[in-house]
């Protein structure tokens, strides 16, 4: 039963990030849609073989700067100690490995914020 309800709520997730966020304004409004590109997950693997499950807040010649979903903290890493950087990481690799509950706080958390009515 628990694996039927993880491939459910990983269907949901996978059906509610994946597309881009639509914003169409007040209804009584003729305003076109637009699209927001949401941040994808990535994977960094360092040399000390350490997983870091997140998103890329900051990429410099220097260093990198990735948010660390498990932490729930900003990880600050020089690029001789990154070993390998997964652009490709999926939704669904990303909520099995850090949880449903982390991975949704984290999408709710970017998406943007509705244009105000009134």
Same mark, same amino acid.
């Given at each position: 039963?628990? =694996?039927?309800?993880?491939?459910?709520?990983?269907?949901?997730?996978?059906? /509610?990030?994946?597309? %881009?966020?639509?914003?169409?304004?007040? #209804?009584?409004?003729?305003?076109?849609?637009?699209? &927001?590109?949401? #941040?994808? %997950?990535?994977?960094?693997?360092?040399?000390?073989?350490?997983? &870091? &499950?997140?998103?890329? &807040?900051?990429?410099?010649?220097?260093? /990198?700067?990735?948010?660390?979903?498990?932490? *729930?903290?900003?990880?600050?890493?020089?690029?001789?100690?990154?070993?390998?950087?997964? =652009?490709?990481?999926?939704?669904?690799?990303?909520?099995? =490995?850090?949880?449903?509950?982390?991975?949704?706080?984290?999408?709710?958390?970017?998406? #943007? =914020? #509705?244009?105000?009515? *009134?």
């Amino acid at each position: 039963m628990w =694996r039927s309800l993880r491939l459910v709520g990983l269907a949901l997730v996978s059906a /509610l990030f994946s597309a %881009p966020v639509l914003f169409a304004g007040p #209804p009584d409004e003729a305003v076109a849609a637009e699209a &927001i590109e949401l #941040p994808k %997950p990535v994977k960094v693997l360092t040399i000390k073989a350490q997983t &870091i &499950i997140g998103e890329v &807040i900051e990429e410099t010649d220097d260093r /990198l700067v990735v948010f660390d979903l498990m932490a *729930g903290e900003e990880a600050v890493l020089d690029w001789d100690e990154v070993a390998a950087v997964d =652009r490709t990481y999926s939704d669904a690799e990303a909520v099995l =490995r850090v949880g449903l509950d982390m991975y949704v706080a984290w999408r709710v958390g970017r998406l #943007p =914020r #509705p244009p105000s009515v *009134g």
